[in-house]
């Protein structure tokens, strides 16, 4: 089975619209997607109505940004019902937070002599309500301030940086309670993307797994192939399920394409096992 249960759309921060990621998803032979925007689950109408007219399977999905012990991680929910009100009440919650933080994230760049990176920002979302760092970055890039996303990033968006914002999002518990309260499984996406130790990592699983959490990605375009075998070895450990998915953005911004990816260690029970 080819799956892709991790990728964005105009209605977060990728750079196709919902439609128009099925269509590719599609064309490089992806047979079940989910669609899993930040935040938000405004895409997931069209994307299901092109999933049924193209014949490839679909979930609902949505990726939730979460703070744990001040670090940012995020938690896809797969196979939600969007109209749950718990999680619509919790997701609108998060994107009010994202205005006020892309005010400061345009005072630090304005302080850093980078002017209108707001309005420079907001042409490159299509949706007002979910401004991501990914919109400063394309206008960065298109002021000239570095090359690509990537190295503007590590020169203006992180940790220590002018446009960098210390920001709360939602708690684990938080995410976890509404991704089961609207029906979904809760998965962590890309874990080797988060910058701690083993034994935090560890901590951050069980505590996940205590809340409710059931799977985790292992194959995905954040993951190197040395880290398959790694998180392949914690889903065996803590008994997750395996997910898999690009997290595909759009060309130039993905390290991997639609539906691309290896498969999933044979061994390993998929997240779409039962569906
Ligand atoms: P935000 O949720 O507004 O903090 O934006 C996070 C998004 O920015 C991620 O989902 C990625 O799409 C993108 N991103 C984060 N870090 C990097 C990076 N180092 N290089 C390229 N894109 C990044
Ligand atoms: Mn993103
Ligand atoms: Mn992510
Ligand atoms: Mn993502």
Not at 80 to 86: H, T
Not at 185 to 210: M, N
Request: proline share 4%; aromatic share 8%; net charge negative.
């Amino acid at each position: 089975m080819n799956a892709d249960l991790h990728c964005h759309s105009t209605e977060s921060d990728g750079l196709l619209s919902p439609r128009e990621v099925v269509a590719r998803a599609a064309a490089n032979g992806v047979e079940l997607i989910s669609l899993t925007d930040h935040d938000v689950t405004s895409g997931l109408d069209d994307a299901r109505a092109e999933a049924g007219e193209r014949g490839l399977r679909f979930v609902d999905g949505v990726e939730i940004s979460v703070t744990w012990h001040g670090a940012t991680v995020h938690i896809v929910g797969l196979r939600i019902d969007p109209q749950s009100a718990p999680l619509r009440e919790g997701l609108e919650s998060i994107r009010r937070g994202r205005a006020t933080r892309a005010q400061k994230i345009a005072e630090g760049l304005s302080a850093a002599g980078i002017p209108g990176s707001l309005e420079g920002a907001q042409r490159y979302a299509d949706n007002p309500e979910l401004l991501s760092r990914a919109h400063f970055a394309r206008f960065l890039v298109e002021a000239g301030r570095a090359a690509d996303v990537k190295n503007v990033f590590q020169r203006y968006l992180v940790k220590d940086r002018p446009g960098w914002v210390q920001h709360r999002w939602a708690s684990l518990q938080e995410a976890v309670g509404w991704i089961r309260a609207a029906g979904g499984i809760a998965v962590v996406a890309h874990p080797g993307r988060y910058k701690c130790e083993r034994r935090e990592l560890r901590e951050f699983f069980a505590e996940f797994r205590d809340c409710g959490g059931a799977a985790i990605e292992i194959v995905t375009g954040a993951h190197t192939p040395e880290q398959y075998h790694e998180f392949a070895k914690s889903a065996r450990e803590f008994g997750f399920l395996a997910s898999r998915g690009s997290d595909y953005h759009g060309k130039g911004e993905s390290r991997a394409d639609l539906g691309m990816l290896p498969p999933l260690p044979d061994d390993l029970r998929p997240v779409w096992h039962d569906w």
